[in-house]
């Protein structure tokens, strides 16, 4: 119920798709510096993707947490993104987005060297799942758009595990278009992450946050979230990597970061 009157409130039809509002821009900018940066035809085409992102995904609020337009547009534009070159649905696999006011707990499950499961509470900003949902804790999400060069963001972390998820396993390689690219991510990457554990186990200072050492899709994830938002500094400590990001994304934050 909560969701069909805000799709109404962003003008979302049932059976037509949504089209972006102009009076929507204000609150982009206010919200994601980093929207305020980028070039007019890339914004223009943010907006068919936002647009097509609200149209079709649904949003929920958990733990009491009262979804506004202000929400929805922040998570949708920081996800699209990500995806703002990409043709047809922006995330084909994801059906809906949760948001909670802050940090939530979820059920882990872990199995020692003896076989044994053992079932706790995780306390997260962020989840992503294969089965097509993310779920966001929103004083994050507002955190991760306000500050644009920390390299700290939820919603790019998250939605690059979506990306991840699109061909299958969760291992640190999203959907690719050849062979010969898989081969290339591949290696790039590969050397990249051994290189960044073994900075990491000494303690050493590396422009990547070091939760990306926790495995390889964790890495890519936060991959993404410095390639966003400290895009001249990975570029000039893991150029190859940047360069394997940049093809991915369609896109050089260089250009609007500087």
Not at 189 to 218: C, I, M, S, W
Not at 230 to 243: D, F, H, N, T
Request: net charge negative; hydrophobic share 40%.
């Amino acid at each position: 119920m909560i969701w069909e009157k805000l799709k109404e409130l962003l003008g979302i039809e049932a059976k037509e798709p949504a089209v972006f509002h102009e009076e929507w821009i204000a609150l982009l900018k206010k919200n994601i510096p980093l929207y305020a940066r980028l070039p007019e035809d890339l914004r223009q085409r943010l907006h068919e993707r936002i647009a097509q992102f609200i149209s079709t995904i649904r949003f929920e609020g958990c733990g009491g947490l009262e979804l506004t337009e202000d929400m929805i547009l922040t998570v949708a534009a920081q996800a699209c993104l990500l995806v703002v070159h990409r043709e047809g649905r922006p995330y084909p696999k994801l059906s809906a987005v949760y948001i909670y006011p802050t940090t939530f707990s979820s059920v882990s499950w872990r199995r020692d060297a003896h076989g044994i499961v053992t079932e706790g509470a995780v306390h997260r900003l962020g989840e992503s799942s294969a089965w097509g949902t993310v779920v966001l804790a929103w004083d994050s999400v507002t955190q991760g758009a306000r500050y644009i060069h920390d390299g700290d963001n939820v919603t790019f972390h998250e939605f690059a595990h979506q990306l991840d998820h699109e061909d299958g396993p969760t291992d640190g390689a999203p959907a690719l278009r050849s062979g010969a690219a898989y081969r290339t991510w591949s290696h790039v990457f590969h050397d990249n992450y051994a290189d960044f554990l073994q900075r990491t186990e000494e303690g050493r200072k590396t422009v990547l946050d070091a939760y990306g050492a926790t495995n390889p899709a964790e890495f890519f994830a936060v991959a993404t979230e410095t390639f966003f938002e400290k895009p001249q500094k990975l570029y000039e400590k893991r150029p190859e990597m940047y360069a394997e990001l940049a093809r991915y994304y369609h896109l050089d934050p260089r250009e609007w970061m500087e």
